[in-house]
């Protein structure tokens, strides 16, 4: 089972997958940033929006990475923010992943931004971010997940879901769920 937290940046991909993975047991998290080329961190951190043909590689090499992950369970960090990326990720792989959507106001966000330091990603791409931004449809395995409140409240709502895959057939998709 691969678990693909997703949203913009902000959201808390990072430290919420780094949370449900000692929850889980896994070692290590799969993190998009790492597969970024340095130009690549070099244009977003000049405030420049990646354009698709920008994350095509980038995609396809964290595809080859998950993948390769022969672990129960994969955590992995993706802003994933269209469904044609989302696709992109899944190749090979249909069945076993599942995306957290973590969700919340843009304003949420952009403070949150505001109070972190990042090595590349300035608060000033958040809005190409939620433009881009394609929520996931119904017929996606994906749990829709508030991170409204706080860290905690979230992390027990991933919990919650996780725990409905943990009991369920690992090979079709889920339903949405909700932090509320």
């Not at 929850?23 to 130009?39: K, Q």
């Not at 090499?61 to 955590?75: C, D, F, G, I, T």
């Amino acid at each position: 089972m691969k678990l693909v937290f997703m949203g913009v940046s902000g959201s808390g991909k990072t430290t919420l997958a780094g949370r449900v993975a000692n929850h889980l047991g896994v070692s290590r998290v799969i993190e998009a940033d790492e597969f970024h080329t340095p130009e690549m961190k070099k244009k977003m951190g000049a405030g420049i929006p990646l354009t698709d043909e920008d994350r095509w590689p980038w995609l396809a090499r964290l595809n080859l990475a998950m993948r390769e992950s022969n672990e129960p369970w994969s955590v992995i960090t993706c802003s994933a923010l269209r469904k044609v990326y989302r696709s992109l990720l899944v190749e090979g792989l249909e069945g076993s992943v599942h995306f957290i959507f973590l969700d919340a106001p843009k304003e949420i966000i952009r403070e949150r931004m505001l109070q972190r330091q990042h090595e590349y990603m300035p608060v000033s791409l958040l809005d190409s971010q939620c433009s881009t931004l394609e929520i996931p449809d119904s017929d996606e395995p994906v749990a829709r997940i508030s991170v409204a409140g706080s860290e905690d409240e979230t992390l027990q709502a991933i919990i919650r879901a996780v725990g409905e895959l943990q009991n369920t057939n690992p090979h079709p998709p889920f339903s949405k769920c909700s932090a509320t």
